[in-house]
């Protein structure tokens, strides 16, 4: 029985030393949400290019389709398109049917590429340059900027400085000091759309020599950079 009340007495004792919880003051922050959208131009394009040849027999159709892509990539490649940048799209070889199904005589064969144009101001020159070289269908141009990473970057520093902007005006109206950021979690992206302004098709005063090229606009790309950010606050 004594040496149960002794250690009664230890027990009471390193509790009255040990601070209570509920005796510190909680932890105060501040949560907000920046927000930031910057824009740049475009500095890249992607066209797609189509060709189709006709025959009695599927290896003769196929044999024309091949020859004109081969024409259309010589054309590209021409004008400075990397072969790296060129990629096939498809290539299919099928009998010719009528409107309701019905087989015709003969075979058609198709087959498609797409190109990346690392010089944007030659988009419609490379246009041009594939339908002269026997492209029967063009889909594009998309445009879009190659290495979006440093403009994601400088979003995201900019929604930084409109969050902490946000957290100093709610701490002053709260009667409270801001403190450092203590919790930051981010998110970026670059949007879908384009918005485009005035563009001339080629540079004031040049002289062009035969037909215009196909008209293309680059516009710019928008980003989006959002960061949630908790600051401590006294």
Avoid: H
Avoid at 56 to 70: E, N, Q
Avoid at 129 to 145: C, L
Avoid at 165 to 178: D, I, M, P, R, Y
């Amino acid at each position: 029985m004594p040496l149960l009340r002794f250690a009664f007495a230890c027990l009471l004792a390193a509790l009255l030393l040990v601070p209570a919880a509920s005796a510190q003051a909680p932890a105060r922050t501040i949560s907000v949400t920046g927000e930031a959208s910057l824009t740049a131009a475009n500095d890249t394009a992607r066209v797609g290019f189509g060709v189709e040849g006709r025959g009695s027999t599927a290896p003769m159709a196929l044999r024309r389709s091949s020859a004109r892509l081969r024409r259309v990539l010589t054309a590209l490649g021409g004008l400075g398109v990397a072969t790296g940048d060129l990629r096939t799209r498809s290539v299919s070889v099928s009998r010719r049917r009528d409107r309701r199904g019905r087989k015709l005589p003969g075979y058609i064969a198709r087959g498609g590429v797409s190109a990346v144009v690392r010089d944007v101001k030659q988009t419609g020159t490379v246009i041009d340059a594939g339908v002269n070289a026997g492209a029967t269908s063009v889909t594009g141009p998309d445009f879009f900027i190659d290495d979006p990473q440093a403009l994601l970057r400088q979003a995201l520093v900019v929604a930084f400085r409109d969050a902490r902007s946000k957290a100093a005006e709610l701490a002053t109206e709260a009667g409270l000091t801001l403190g450092a950021a203590v919790r930051i979690r981010e998110s970026s992206f670059v949007g879908s759309e384009t918005d485009t302004g005035p563009q001339a098709d080629s540079a004031p005063g040049e002289v062009r020599a035969g037909p215009a090229p196909a008209p293309t606009r680059p516009g710019r790309a928008r980003v989006f950079g959002t960061v949630y950010v908790v600051f401590e606050a006294r």
